[in-house]
């Protein structure tokens, strides 16, 4: 690779992150939403310096570079630099989407632990009503408080829950609702999985809105490792503009 294309590879890989970035909103199918404010500024800086490259490469007769006393033109660097181009051509061509119900069914192993309760412990929920929206995080977490506490306060809450949808694992009886939770990008998401139970199961990967309970498990039977809700009706929708928690 010339040092001109090498000048035009950070062009393209800065047009690439401001267009993934300002341009579909994709970036948040890769890292947080919180990202931006520094993808945007790294973007920049890369179009800047593959600009600067550029001019200066005319100034001073682009390729023709010099060489050392043997004949070696060290502005050059080996051709298999070229496969660069290709995961940015992917990410203006073809945009790997949000990992789904693949990568969950890979990491059952690898499930979040239940997220702690706030400092001031979680609010009241009404029994009565509209179900109660939240994240997959608050109803593991309250459910887990709920099972090793008092069942009494969190059964028969209705809540609202939103998901793709996944098969079961081995030996569950029903299907899977889950959201991947993301500390930093896609490469540490560990899945929040929840069983649903009474409802037909939607094709896989499908995003959709479950009411239901938390069930518990039954008397005498050790604590759940992953959560169950008995399923009152499900809604399908568009995948949210950030799929992950």
């Not at 393209?12 to 401001?18: H, P, R």
């Not at 945007?40 to 007769?61: E, H, I, K, Q, S």
């Not at 070696?72 to 790997?96: E, Y």
């Not at 309250?142 to 793709?164: I, K």
Request: a positive charge; glycine letters at 12%; hydrophobic letters at 40%.
């Amino acid at each position: 690779m010339s040092r001109t294309g090498q000048n035009l590879l950070l062009i393209l890989i800065g047009a690439a992150v401001l267009w993934i970035t300002l341009g579909t909103g994709e970036y948040v199918n890769y890292v947080r939403p919180g990202f931006r404010f520094v993808l945007v500024p790294a973007a920049v800086a890369l179009l800047a310096l593959g600009a600067a490259g550029v001019r200066r490469d005319r100034r001073t007769g682009g390729d023709a570079a010099e060489g050392d006393e043997h004949g070696h033109d060290h502005s050059r660097g080996p051709r298999v630099a070229w496969l660069l181009c290709l995961p940015v051509l992917a990410v203006f061509l073809i945009a790997p989407p949000a990992l789904g119900s693949f990568t969950a069914a890979r990491d059952t192993a690898r499930t979040a632990p239940p997220p702690s309760a706030p400092s001031g412990g979680f609010r009241p929920l009404p029994r009565t009503g509209p179900p109660a929206p939240m994240t997959m995080g608050e109803f593991i977490g309250r459910a887990f408080e709920a099972q090793s506490g008092d069942p009494a306060r969190f059964q028969g809450v209705p809540v609202r829950l939103t998901g793709f949808v996944s098969p079961a694992a081995k030996g569950e009886r029903g299907w899977r609702l889950i959201r991947l939770k993301m500390a930093c990008c896609a490469g540490d998401a560990v899945p929040f999985p929840v069983i649903v139970r009474g409802l037909p199961r939607p094709p896989e990967d499908a995003w959709v809105q479950v009411v239901g309970v938390w069930q518990p498990p039954p008397a005498g039977r050790r604590a759940t490792a992953v959560q169950e809700l008995r399923g009152r009706s499900l809604q399908r929708i568009k995948k949210p503009g950030s799929p992950y928690e």
